[in-house]
């Protein structure tokens, strides 16, 4: 059985369920001291604008010490806050800001890894005998000097780098700098734990951790197999299957012991990111059960290139009640923005009813920032790039560099808004300031307002947030589904990719949303414009249609 039961109404201890969750990423959110980068004081100025727009809660990306390498996924101390974002004192006036606006914090937990200056790797790579030898993953050379076995890390080349000191290589399924933890090591696990009850403690509300399928490597360091593949992919690392270097099944047994601390606190959750491929299967893996994480999301979503309703469909019927409880997103700092990888450039309306086709599936939802605004992937130059991995895979765009632009507060000025300096870590995207947040709360019909009123209709209604969800037939290029919860039921019908339609509907539902408002019912069925659609609620009569 999944985790929790579908219907549940346990809104304080389930409160992550069905939520829509908002993702800050600090460096560019807001800037609050005129450095070019954003920080804490920063988010503390902007929540009053988060709760607006009637979201649940915010998941922040990482703010830990961290010499920068990749940008805070290299954590060189799990307890502290960097300099370049401020002080714990910061983050607690943060999460107390938060609490008052009714908003939860979820915090990024990277623990499959940490940066090569944390005090725990420097101890390791000094010996093969002291306290922490075994805290990292460390490995002998084959006897011609090359590594134990093929891994190949995500942002290139070997996962294997030469520790001098110890004569060893040690592992890395990222950049060099980021060396692996060893969860084989039970202290290791032990510290984890109490990294994370020291965030519990200052209140923070849940965890989204990063690549958590990661943490635990085959000891054995068998070989990965090759993937099939019918021409050269995008990296060497999609050359092999990674049945030996992530999603073992011994990062089950830490999540137990993850979940019963969770369990020790009220109503706190985690969120898992689950890298691997299939991604649906592996994600569901993860909630399996009351004893994993509470919700996990993949990127199943994250790295289509299109978005028909076949897509949303997948989606939809791969998780059951029984299955436990899904996350999705469009969108997030390491992909391309939704608006520009599924929409079409520069049509609004395509972008919003995507954002309405995720705001009605079935699970909780995380919105990354600008996308209540329909910002698209902004152009950065080759020489203000920042991101490795942009740089160690470029093809002549920006990569994850130009997901992570700054936040355009206003249309005028140096910096949009975001910051008082001339030049800021990422450049402003030049076609967001059109788009920028003072423009769009002028206009009743912009992006904007579209996403808070649907926000609030999911928020508002049981069975977007918490009822089953069944596909119904549709016309090609109309995605239709019904959300069910009781006595209530919601049916939800979508044009994805630009064609006028005309469905099926029953001529007495009551239209609850529509997202163009040139949608029109009638005895001959539903008419949608395209990149129309609307949320319907239908009559105790209308069972039949509601059971597909």
């Known amino acids: 059985m999944g985790e929790g039961i579908e219907g549940s109404t346990d809104a304080t201890a389930d409160w992550w369920r069905g939520a829509v969750i908002y993702q800050i990423y600090p460096r560019s959110f807001k800037d609050a001291d005129g450095d070019g980068v954003g920080d804490l004081k920063g988010v503390l100025e902007k929540l009053d604008y988060v709760a607006s727009l009637g979201v649940d809660g915010i998941w922040l990306s990482p703010f ?5 390498k990749d940008f805070g996924y290299d954590v060189s101390d ?14 607690d006036a943060v999460v107390a800001r938060a609490h008052a606006l009714n908003l939860k914090i979820v915090i990024d937990q990277v623990w499959s890894h940490t940066s090569d200056q944390h005090s725990w790797f420097q101890e390791s790579a000094a010996s093969r005998d002291n306290a922490k030898a075994d805290w990292y993953v460390w490995a002998d050379a084959k006897d011609d000097g090359t590594p134990p076995n093929n891994w190949l890390a995500s942002f290139g080349g070997p996962s294997w780098s030469w520790g001098p000191r110890r004569r060893q290589y040690y592992l890395h399924n990222f950049l060099v700098e980021q060396p692996d933890l060893n969860f084989w090591s039970a202290d290791v696990q032990n510290e984890i734990l109490d990294v994370a009850r020291f965030w519990l403690e200052r209140g923070v ?3 989204r951790l990063d690549v958590i399928n990661f943490i635990v490597h085959d000891p054995a360091l068998t070989d990965n197999p090759v993937k099939p593949h019918q021409g050269p992919p995008a990296m060497p690392t999609q050359f092999q299957r990674h049945v030996h270097d992530r999603s073992r099944p011994e990062a089950l047994e830490f999540l137990r012991r993850l979940r019963a601390l969770m369990d020790g606190y009220d109503a706190k959750m985690t969120v898992g990111e689950v890298v691997d491929d299939p991604p649906l ?3 569901k893996e993860y909630v399996a059960g009351r004893d994993r994480l509470h919700t996990a999301y993949g990127f199943f979503l994250l790295t289509a290139r299109s978005a028909p309703p076949a897509l949303f469909i997948e989606a939809l019927e791969s998780w059951t009640p029984e299955d436990g409880w899904p996350s999705w997103s469009l969108g997030n700092h390491d992909v391309a923005r939704f608006a520009s990888r599924l929409g079409r450039a520069g049509d609004a309306a395509h972008s919003r009813i995507l954002l309405l086709a995720l705001l009605c599936l079935r699970g909780s939802i995380f919105l990354y920032q600008g996308e209540e605004l329909g910002l698209p992937q902004a152009h950065v130059p080759f020489d203000r790039l920042q991101d490795p991995f942009a740089l160690a895979a470029y093809t002549g765009d920006a990569g994850r560099d130009g997901a992570r632009t700054p936040m355009p507060w206003t249309a005028e000025g140096a ?4 910051s008082s300096a001339g030049e800021t870590w990422l450049p402003v995207e030049p076609d967001h300031r059109p788009l920028a947040v003072d423009r769009q709360e002028a206009e009743p019909k912009s992006t ?15 069975p977007l947030r918490l009822g089953t969800a069944t ?3 549709a016309p090609q290029g109309v995605l239709a589904f019904v959300r069910e919860f009781g006595a209530e039921r919601l ?4 044009e994805l990719v630009g064609a006028a339609a005309r469905c099926q509907a029953p001529a007495d539902a009551a239209i609850l949303f529509a997202a163009t408002g040139d949608e029109r019912l009638g005895p001959d069925g539903l008419e949608l414009p395209p990149f129309g659609g609307v949320v319907m609620r239908l009559s105790p009569l209308d069972r039949a249609l509601a059971r597909g």
């Open 64 to 68: 830990f010490t961290s010499p920068g």
């Open 281 to 283: 299967a592996r994600q």
């Open 205 to 207: 509300d849940g965890f």
């Open 471 to 473: 596909v119904l037939p």
């Open 491 to 494: 049916l939800c019908v979508l």
């Open 415 to 418: 910096s949009a808004g975001f």
């Open 448 to 462: 904007l307002a579209f996403t808070r009123r649907a926000i609030a209709l999911r928020r508002g209604s049981m």
């Open 78 to 91: 799990y307890r502290g806050v960097d300099p370049l974002f401020g002080t714990l004192t910061d983050f």
